[in-house]
């Protein structure tokens, strides 16, 4: 499946609550808008987009890792918005294991599930993509989330993949929890 067209979105805080924030939090998410095959019409086998995702991802991630340099990701989230000719499931099917793997290898690795979220949606929605720490589903620090607006997509027949990354907790966190330095990075959860 071609990319029709990637958009970027870069948000850097350096300052929360009067509070200096060092080093920044840094989040960005980037978009692959596609043509969806399968709008209008039920096909049972959607491996086509779970295939099709690996390489999506492979071209949208290395964009979102590199917003973040000189950081590394520590946390991540992916979504996908569906234009109304298809279903929610063609966008799940776009999130599976597939695209997870290519995020993680482009944050370096992680052991964490990656928090999703889809929906169908007209032109110019907004999505929240949650965002968690790559290693530790647990750690309270990284619960967070990008909001993503996307101009003129997804059009009836496309849908719209984001993948999202952060460099660090929420500034002046401080609600307890496993802290990032306590991870055990075996489960995914600690």
């Known amino acids: 499946m071609q990319i029709k067209r990637t958009l970027t979105f870069f948000d850097e805080i350096g300052m929360e609550a009067g509070q200096k924030i060092a ?28 295939k099709a995702s690996a390489a999506i991802g492979e071209q949208i991630c290395r964009i979102a890792v590199s917003m973040l340099s000189p950081y590394k990701p520590e946390s991540y989230g ?26 993680r290898d482009a944050a370096g690795g992680g052991k964490a599930w990656i928090s999703s979220l889809t929906k169908r949606a007209a032109p110019g929605s907004t999505i929240d ?38 460099s660090r907790g929420r500034p002046n966190h401080r609600v307890g929890g496993l802290a990032a330095g306590e991870i055990k990075g075996i489960d995914g959860l600690t």
Do not use: W
Not at 24 to 49: C, Q, W
Not at 90 to 101: C, Y
């Open 23 to 50: 080093p920044p939090l840094r989040k960005v998410a980037v978009v692959a808008v596609i043509d969806n095959p399968f709008a209008g019409r039920f096909e049972g086998d959607l491996s086509p987009l779970t």
């Open 129 to 166: 993509i949650p965002l968690a720490h790559k290693d530790a589903l647990y750690v309270r620090s990284h619960y967070d989330g990008i909001t993503v607006t996307v101009p003129d997509a997804p059009l009836p027949n496309e849908i719209v993949v984001i993948c999202a990354y952060a």
């Open 78 to 103: 992916k979504a996908a918005i569906i234009g109304i000719n298809g279903e929610q499931e063609h966008g799940v099917a776009l999130l599976t294991t597939v695209f997870g793997n290519v995020m």
